[in-house]
């Protein structure tokens, strides 16, 4: 909370340049107003006004909004579109040749793709997928690198009706198992393997063996993209070469116009329990809110070359990758690498060599960037840059500057994205030409977007106050449901407690005297661990899951670069151990934790202890246990403990 408070106090406040202002979509206080006004005095009316200009409808919708089984909330329930369409036929008339991406290998290699060649390969993957006898409404699973083919995978399934559900490709394969087998998927995309930092990795074997984990009769058919060439163990009966899959299929393809609340999509992310859940979006009403960001947050031009660094596995990928900047018609640059490689200098090459304007990305990247070379973006010409953004974490005022001063030169307005897997875009955000940026602070929410601060019990909280980030009414891309469990979306975004109407974020924020938000985190115990969402529930389960051990607890604790650290509190079924036994376990656990859910859950510290801290009641004293994650006095009452030496257990990290 202290940080926070600190945070809070920062009084810079950088306006926008005039004339970015000039040229800017939304200009000025003026035009954010009266957009603000505008919805709040016809909220259907606003929407829909939107969703006729920006979409293309093959039936029009006569309904805005269905309220009537609330929170399984519709949105133009009787209209109907196609995504894919709108992301790629609709651009073919006014600029067909128009580069739609930039992809950039991870050697260096650079491939460009124009709307109606990228439109041919979607049509032509549709077909392939619909001869393997995929239809609407199966549920496929993309497996895959950053790549072309995950764009024209997922385009591909929007254009057939198949609802997909990508998996980051650093998940393992029992993640991978999880997620096919709660989804019931029909077919997998995947490739044979990625190239990352100048190395091949495989791929496909995490398929072949969540396949083998049982359970996945459902499976029926594997298409593989062929990226590394390596050897790759083979399934004759049930994989597909993508080459293959495409061979011959016509290169167009009639989209399946869906109703406006089709899924489009289910994508897993962390909660507070074990198991992750699928958040499942819509047609319409997610790809509406996709390009309107483009042109609000990002004041999208047609001249625009737009970079989001983000993963097509994570909700970013999804929205500002692979939906968003297609649908508004942008000249987009995909990368396969990482920022590090041949060396830390890449992402501002990149941005010279491909004169990116719009650059978005996350704020642990810009930590670990500063780290590795503060002065280098000087050794670029950045000039093409007019805005940067940030999103997944909250951004601390010093980074905040580096990326204004020394990657903006103080020319490009910074906007800070608040937003989650669940919302489908940004939902409290500067909007370039309008807002006075202070380093830290998502400042106001957009047009439509009824963002609000409340108490337990449901009320308003005055400002400077703490508390519960709520939305007050739906929204168009809001998350529909928790795939095969509306019970659990009902209680976990609609609690009864805050009377069941307001969507309950998970962060704690604190709205200023002058009306800007500051996130101050999450409130159940999800962690954010560089931008990625995890659950401690999920890390503990997969601990508990190793025969040694007898129960864990995983607390965060802050981290310089990763914003969150993942801090391992384990009892072992056998003794406390020690010295070089200690080391060798915490190896093996860390790898287990990679094993069980990928690399990005591996507890960065271990401490072992004879018993864990509880109350009477048995529950596990987490506030304490993140207080000595973070090496604080305890001030807490610890009288309850059955054994307080095991507080100085627990201080111990092996190293
Ligand atoms: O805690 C907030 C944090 O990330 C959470 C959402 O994570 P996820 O669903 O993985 O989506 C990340 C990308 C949209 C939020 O509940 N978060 C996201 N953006 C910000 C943020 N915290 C502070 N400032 C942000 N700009």
């Known amino acids: 909370m202290s940080s926070i408070e600190s945070v809070m106090n920062e009084t ?197 063996d969540a396949l083998a984990m049982g359970g996945c009769e459902c499976v029926k058919k594997v298409v593989v993209y062929q990226r590394t060439a390596g050897e790759t163990a083979w399934d004759a009966q049930r994989d597909v070469w993508w080459h293959d899959a495409v061979q011959g299929q016509a290169d167009t393809c009639e989209p399946e116009w869906v109703n406006a609340e089709h899924p489009l999509f289910v994508l897993y992310t962390s909660g507070s329990t074990g198991k992750p859940k699928g958040v499942q979006h819509s047609s319409a009403g997610f790809l509406l809110h996709a390009i309107n960001t483009m042109r609000w947050t990002f004041d999208y031009k047609d001249s625009d070359i737009f970079w989001c660094t983000a993963d097509v596995g994570w909700i970013t990928g999804h929205t500002y990758v692979t939906y968003g900047p297609l649908g508004i018609g942008a000249t987009q640059l995909m990368f396969e690498g990482v920022p590090t490689y041949p060396d830390a200098g890449r992402f501002w090459k990149m941005i010279q060599d491909h004169k990116i304007t719009t650059f978005y990305t996350a704020p642990t990247a810009i930590r670990s960037l500063i780290k590795l070379g503060a002065d280098l973006p000087k050794q670029y010409d950045l000039s093409s840059l007019r805005l940067l953004g940030t999103v997944g974490e909250p951004i601390n005022p010093e980074a905040w500057m580096w990326y204004y001063n020394t990657v903006g030169q103080t020319r490009c307005p910074v906007v800070d994205t608040w937003w989650q897997t669940e919302t489908g875009g940004h939902m409290i955000t500067p909007l370039p030409g309008v807002h006075g940026l202070k380093p830290g602070s998502c400042t106001m929410a957009l047009p439509g977007i009824m963002a609000a601060i409340v108490d337990e019990a449901g009320h308003d909280v005055e400002k400077g106050k703490g ?22 979306y009902k209680k976990n975004y609609f609690p009864e407690d805050l009377g069941g109407k307001y969507y309950l974020a998970g962060d704690g924020a604190n709205c200023d005297l002058d009306g800007y938000f500051w996130i101050m985190g999450r409130i159940d115990d999800v962690l954010n661990v560089s931008g990625h969402r995890l659950g401690t529930m999920e890390i503990e389960s997969a601990l508990v899951a190793n025969p040694l051990v007898a129960e864990a607890a995983v607390v965060g604790k802050p981290h310089d670069i990763k914003g969150e650290a993942v801090v391992a509190y384990v009892v072992l079924k056998g003794a406390r151990p020690e010295g070089e036994d200690a080391k060798k376990i915490v190896a093996d656990l860390r790898n287990w934790v990679a094993k069980e859910i990928g690399p990005i859950a591996k507890p960065d510290e271990i401490r072992f202890g004879d018993n864990l801290p509880k109350t009477r009641s048995g529950k596990i004293m987490r506030r304490l246990l993140r207080a000595l994650a973070k090496g604080e006095e305890i001030t807490q009452d610890v009288s309850t403990l059955e054994n307080p030496a095991i507080l100085e257990q627990l201080k111990e990290v092996v190293k």
């Open 467 to 488: 508390g519960f980030l709520v939305i007050k009414r739906p929204w168009p891309s809001m998350i529909r449901t928790i795939y095969g469990d509306p019970e659990r």
């Open 12 to 208: 810079r406040v950088f306006e926008p340049a005039e004339s970015f202002k000039a040229q800017a979509n939304v200009k000025g206080m003026d035009g954010y107003r009266a957009l603000c006004e505008q919805a709040e005095k016809d909220y259907e009316g606003f929407w829909a006004g939107l969703a006729r200009e920006l979409l293309v409808w093959k039936k029009p919708f006569t309904k805005v909004l269905d309220e009537s089984n609330a929170p399984f909330y519709k949105w133009f329930d009787d209209g109907e579109m196609n995504v894919s369409y709108n992301c790629l036929d609709k651009h073919l008339a006014t600029q067909p040749n128009k580069i739609a991406i930039i992809f950039e290998a991870d050697d260096g290699k650079v491939t460009k793709i124009t709307y109606k060649d990228l439109y041919h390969r979607v049509c032509t993957f549709a077909n392939g997928l619909k001869a393997l006898g995929a239809k609407k409404g199966d549920r496929v699973i993309i497996y895959l690198p950053m790549s072309i083919e995950a764009v024209v995978a997922m385009q591909a399934c929007a254009r057939i009706g198949a609802i997909h559900s990508v998996v980051f490709g650093g998940f393992s394969a029992k993640s991978l198992h999880e997620r096919i087998t709660d989804a019931s998927a029909s077919l997998i995309i995947t490739a044979d393997g990625q190239f990352r930092g100048g190395k091949a990795m495989q791929l496909k074997p995490a398929v072949d």
